[in-house]
C-alpha cells in the first residue's frame, strides 16, 4: 500500500463510507464525483484503508493531478504499482500484464484534466484483470457504461427551524470548523454565540470542507463573529464579480467565492506570489518559490515572507521530508484559482520560463554532482521533483525550445538510467532530438542519454544504433567522448552474450584521463562492463582487478551507484575464484547501495548472487528462500537475469544445488515464502541475515 499518512483529522462521512464499501463489493469501476474542494480524494483514501484487508494485492494509489501529459498516464501507474521500467515494451502493456492475475484496488485520484485517457486506461485494465477493482475522483465521471458514480455531497449542515438555535444540527460541517479553528487559533473555546456564528458560517459555506478550512485560517485575524460577518457580506456583493456566473451550480459559487475571498484577504505580494506558484506540479521547496516567485514588484528576499503568509492562510500547504527539507503544495483548487489570476496578469508565459529554468538549472547542477558524495541526497531531491521535471520538459516541448529540451534531457541521464526511469526518457530524448536535429553542442550528450535510456530497456539494437550515432555526432572512434559510444556498444553486446564482441570494442578504448570527452561517468562504466566481461570469458583474476580499481575510484568519489557495481562484480570473481564467503561481503555490499538509491535491477541481481554464496555455504533455506524474493523482483523489472545467458544459467545452477541439498519439498516451502514476500520487506531479509556458515 502506497497510501499517504493522513496529517489532519478526518470528520464524519460514515454513511458516505459505508455506501463506498457497498458499491466496491458489486462493481468493478466506482467514480467519486463532486466540486473542487469537496472531500472526494480524502473519502476514497479513507475507503481505501478500510477496504485493504479484502484485497490479497492490496492497494495503491495514483496520484494524478500533477499529471498534464495524458501519454504518460500508464508510466505514472507503472510507477506507482511498484514496476520497475526495464522492458522495451510499451508502459500500458507492463502494467496491464502485471495485473492479470492480481486482486488489488487502484485508485485514481484527480482524473477530470484526463477523463479520456484514464477511461481507456481503465477499460484496457479492467478488462485484462478480473481480481481489479478501480476507485476513481473526478470532478466529471469518466463516462463508462459499467462505471457506478458516487457523487460526494459537502459535509451536513441541518438548517434549523426559524427561531431556534443556529448551532443545533450543523453536524459534521461545524465539527470540522471546530477542529480547523482550534489549530488556527489555539485556545479558541466555541460556545454560546460563538457557535452560532460559527454554524452560520458552515451554512454560508454550505458544508464544503475547503471553503471551510480557508474561512477558519482567518480567525488568528479575525474574531468568529466578525468573519461570520465580513463572509456575509461578501457573499451578498461579490457572487457574480469573482468569475463564476450566477448560473453556475450554488456550490461551485461557494467555493470560487470562498476563494476569491481568500484572495481579496491576501497581500498584494502574497496574490502575486499565489499566482506564480501555481505553474508548479507536485509541490516545490524555498528555493524554487524563490526562483518562479520573484521579480518585479515582489523582490526575491520578499518570497518566503509572502510564502508563510499564505502558509497561514491555509492557501498553501507544507511537509518536511525525510531529510528534514520543506516541501510545499497547493489543493487543485487552489492552484486553479492561481492560475486564472496568472493569465489575467499576463505573466503565465514569464513564470512558465522561470520553472524550466530553474528545473534546467538543477538538472544541470545534479549531472555535474552525481559522481560524488551527494548522490543519494541528488536522487531524493529529483525523485521528489519528479512532476516538476516533467512539467519543465513538456514545456520546452510545446514551445519548440528544443535545445534547452536536450540539454536538460542529457544532464538527466543519470536520473533515467540509474534511478529506473528509462521508458520516460526515451519519451522525452526522442521528441527532444526530432525536434532539434542540427550539429548543435548539446546533442552528444542527449544521445548518449537516449543510448543509456535504451539500454536500461534491455533494447539492445537501439542501443548499439544510438552508439554509431553518438560516435558520428562527436568526430568518429578516435574523438573525444568515443569511450560514451564504445560504452553503449559493448554494454549491448555483453548483454547479449557476444563477450568476445564485447572484448574487442573494449580493447580499442584506452585508460582515460577521467575528464577527456566530457562523460566522467562512461569511463567508470566502460570499468563495470570489463570486470563483467572477465568474469564470462573465465578471467577471474582479471575481472576481481577490474572490480578492485573500480571500487578505489569510487571511493575516492564518494559516489555509490558505481560503488555498488563494483562489489557485485567483484562478488561474481569471488565466486569464480573459489571464495564465496568473499563473494558474500561483496554483494552484501552491493545491496546495501543499491538499496540507497531504489535500484531495483542492481538489487536484484544482488540478491540472486547473494543466493548462489548461500547455497555453497550449505545454507540451502535461507538460499531458496532468496531465489523467492528475486524472483518476484523480477517480475516487476521484465526478463529473469535479463534474458542474459550467463546470468540464466548461474541461477539455474542454484537451483540446482539447493534442492539437491534440502530436497524438493522444504525448497519450494521456502521458495513460495520469498515468492510471497514484498520487493523491499525481501531486501530488507537479504541485509539481515548473517553471511556465515551456519547451515540452514
Given at each position: 500500500m502506497n497510501l499517504?499518512?493522513?496529517?489532519?483529522?478526518?470528520?464524519?462521512?460514515?454513511?458516505?463510507?459505508r455506501a463506498v464499501r457497498s458499491l466496491l463489493e458489486s462493481d468493478r469501476l466506482v467514480t467519486l464525483t463532486g466540486v473542487g474542494g469537496v472531500g472526494k480524494s480524502r473519502l476514497a483514501l479513507r475507503a481505501a484503508r478500510r477496504a485493504e484487508e479484502r484485497f490479497a494485492h492490496g492497494v495503491r494509489l495514483a496520484q494524478l493531478a500533477p499529471l498534464r501529459e495524458p501519454s504518460l498516464l500508464a508510466q505514472v501507474l507503472l510507477e506507482e504499482l511498484g514496476?520497475?521500467?526495464?522492458?522495451?515494451?510499451?508502459?500500458?502493456?507492463?502494467?496491464?500484464?502485471?495485473?492479470?492475475?492480481?486482486?488489488?484496488?487502484?485508485?485514481?485520484?484527480?482524473?477530470?484534466?484526463?477523463?479520456?485517457?484514464?477511461?481507456?486506461?481503465?477499460?484496457?485494465?479492467?478488462?485484462?484483470?478480473?481480481?481489479?477493482?478501480?476507485?476513481?475522483?473526478?470532478?466529471?465521471?469518466?463516462?463508462?457504461?459499467?462505471?457506478?458514480?458516487?457523487?460526494?455531497?459537502?459535509?451536513?449542515?441541518?438548517?434549523?427551524?426559524l427561531g431556534a438555535d443556529t448551532a443545533t444540527g450543523c453536524g459534521d460541517a461545524l465539527t470540522l470548523f471546530t477542529d480547523r479553528a482550534a489549530a488556527s487559533a489555539p485556545g479558541l473555546t466555541l460556545d454560546g454565540a460563538r457557535r452560532a456564528s460559527a454554524a452560520t458560517v458552515c451554512h454560508r459555506l454550505d458544508g464544503i470542507p475547503l471553503a471551510i478550512e480557508l474561512a477558519a485560517a482567518r480567525l488568528p485575524g479575525l474574531s468568529i463573529e466578525e468573519l461570520a460577518d465580513r463572509l456575509q457580506s461578501r457573499f451578498d456583493a461579490l457572487t457574480t464579480r469573482d468569475g463564476s456566473p450566477r448560473t453556475a451550480p450554488p456550490r461551485h459559487q461557494t467555493l470560487r467565492t470562498a476563494i476569491g475571498w481568500s484572495h481579496e484577504l491576501c497581500e498584494p505580494l502574497e496574490r502575486l506570489l499565489w499566482a506564480r506558484l501555481s505553474v508548479f506540479s507536485g509541490g516545490f521547496d524555498t528555493d524554487g518559490?524563490?526562483?518562479?516567485?520573484?521579480?518585479?514588484?515582489?523582490?526575491?528576499?520578499?518570497?518566503?515572507?509572502?510564502?508563510?503568509?499564505?502558509?497561514?492562510?491555509?492557501?498553501?500547504?507544507?511537509?518536511?521530508?525525510?531529510?528534514?527539507?520543506?516541501?510545499?503544495?497547493?489543493?487543485?483548487?487552489?492552484?486553479?484559482?492561481?492560475?486564472?489570476?496568472?493569465?489575467?496578469?499576463?505573466?503565465?508565459?514569464?513564470?512558465r520560463c522561470a520553472h524550466r529554468d530553474f528545473y534546467r538549472d538543477l538538472a544541470l547542477r545534479a549531472d555535474a554532482e552525481w559522481l560524488g558524495p551527494h548522490q543519494v541526497a541528488w536522487y531524493a531531491r529529483l525523485s521528489a521533483d519528479h512532476a516538476n521535471l516533467r512539467t519543465a520538459?513538456?514545456?520546452?516541448?510545446?514551445?519548440?525550445?528544443?535545445?534547452?529540451?536536450?540539454?536538460?534531457?542529457?544532464?538527466?541521464?543519470?536520473?533515467?538510467?540509474?534511478?529506473?526511469?528509462?521508458?520516460?526518457?526515451?519519451?522525452?530524448?526522442?521528441?527532444?532530438?526530432?525536434?532539434?536535429?542540427?550539429?548543435?553542442?548539446?546533442?552528444?550528450?542527449?544521445?548518449?542519454?537516449?543510448?543509456?535510456?535504451?539500454?536500461?530497456?534491455?533494447?539492445?539494437?537501439?542501443?548499439?544504433?544510438?552508439?554509431?550515432?553518438?560516435?558520428?555526432t562527436i568526430g568518429g572512434a578516435d574523438a573525444p567522448g568515443a569511450h560514451a559510444a564504445a560504452y553503449l556498444e559493448c554494454a549491448a553486446l555483453t548483454l547479449r552474450g557476444d563477450q568476445l564482441g564485447a572484448s574487442v570494442v573494449l580493447d580499442t578504448v584506452p585508460e582515460p584521463p577521467h575528464t577527456r570527452g566530457g562523460f566522467p561517468e562512461a569511463w567508470l562504466l566502460i570499468k563495470v562492463t570489463r570486470a563483467f566481461v572477465h568474469v564470462h570469458r573465465g578471467d577471474f583474476t582479471g575481472a576481481a582487478h577490474h572490480a578492485d580499481e573500480l571500487c578505489a575510484r569510487t571511493e575516492l568519489l564518494g559516489e555509490r551507484w558505481m560503488r555498488a557495481w563494483a562489489g557485485y562484480t567483484r562478488a561474481l570473481a569471488s565466486v569464480g575464484l573459489g571464495s564465496p564467503a568473499e563473494a558474500a561481503v561483496h554483494a552484501r555490499s552491493a545491496l546495501e547501495g543499491?538499496?540507497?538509491?531504489?535500484?531495483?535491477?542492481?538489487?536484484?541481481?544482488?540478491?540472486?548472487?547473494?543466493?548462489?554464496?548461500?547455497?555453497?555455504?550449505?545454507?540451502?533455506?535461507?538460499?531458496a528462500r532468496l531465489l523467492g524474493i528475486s524472483q518476484r523482483m523480477w517480475q516487476a523489472i521484465g526478463p529473469s537475469q535479463l534474458g542474459m545467458p550467463e546470468l540464466v544459467a548461474a541461477r539455474a545452477e542454484s537451483e540446482r544445488a539447493i534442492r539437491t541439498s534440502i530436497g524438493d519439498t522444504a525448497y519450494e516451502e521456502e521458495y513460495r515464502t520469498g515468492l510471497a514476500t514484498a520487493p523491499a520487506d525481501g531486501v530488507a531479509y537479504a541485509l539481515a541475515a548473517p553471511l556465515g556458515d551456519t547451515p540452514g
Open positions: 499517504p499518512s493522513e496529517t489532519t483529522s478526518f470528520v464524519g462521512r460514515s454513511v458516505e463510507l514496476l520497475v521500467d526495464r522492458t522495451a515494451g510499451s508502459a500500458e502493456e507492463v502494467v496491464t500484464q502485471w495485473l492479470a492475475d492480481k486482486e488489488l484496488l487502484l485508485v485514481l485520484d484527480s482524473c477530470e484534466h484526463l477523463v479520456a485517457a484514464c477511461a481507456d486506461m481503465v477499460r484496457t485494465l479492467l478488462d485484462a484483470s478480473p481480481g481489479l477493482r478501480v476507485l476513481a475522483t473526478s470532478r466529471q465521471p469518466l463516462g463508462m457504461l459499467d462505471e457506478r458514480c458516487f457523487e460526494v455531497d459537502p459535509l451536513s449542515v441541518a438548517h434549523p427551524p518559490a524563490r526562483a518562479v516567485g520573484a521579480g518585479g514588484p515582489l523582490p526575491a528576499d520578499e518570497v518566503v515572507r509572502a510564502l508563510h503568509g499564505l502558509l497561514a492562510k491555509s492557501l498553501v500547504r507544507c511537509r518536511v521530508d525525510d531529510a528534514g527539507t520543506a516541501r510545499f503544495s497547493m489543493l487543485d483548487t487552489v492552484r486553479e484559482f492561481g492560475a486564472q489570476w496568472l493569465r489575467e496578469l499576463g505573466e503565465e508565459h514569464k513564470a520538459m513538456d514545456f520546452c516541448l510545446t514551445e519548440g525550445h528544443g535545445r534547452t529540451a536536450l540539454e536538460m534531457g542529457g544532464a538527466l541521464w543519470f536520473f533515467w538510467f540509474a534511478c529506473g526511469f528509462p521508458r520516460e526518457g526515451r519519451h522525452y530524448l526522442g521528441r527532444a532530438l526530432t525536434l532539434c536535429p542540427g550539429p548543435v553542442p548539446e546533442r552528444a550528450k542527449a544521445q548518449w542519454a537516449y543510448g543509456l535510456a535504451a539500454l536500461g530497456q534491455g533494447d539492445l539494437d537501439a542501443t548499439r544504433r544510438l552508439a554509431y550515432a553518438l560516435r558520428e543499491k538499496a540507497l538509491l531504489h535500484d531495483s535491477l542492481g538489487a536484484v541481481m544482488a540478491i540472486d548472487l547473494l543466493a548462489s554464496t548461500a547455497a555453497a555455504a550449505d545454507r540451502g533455506r535461507h538460499a
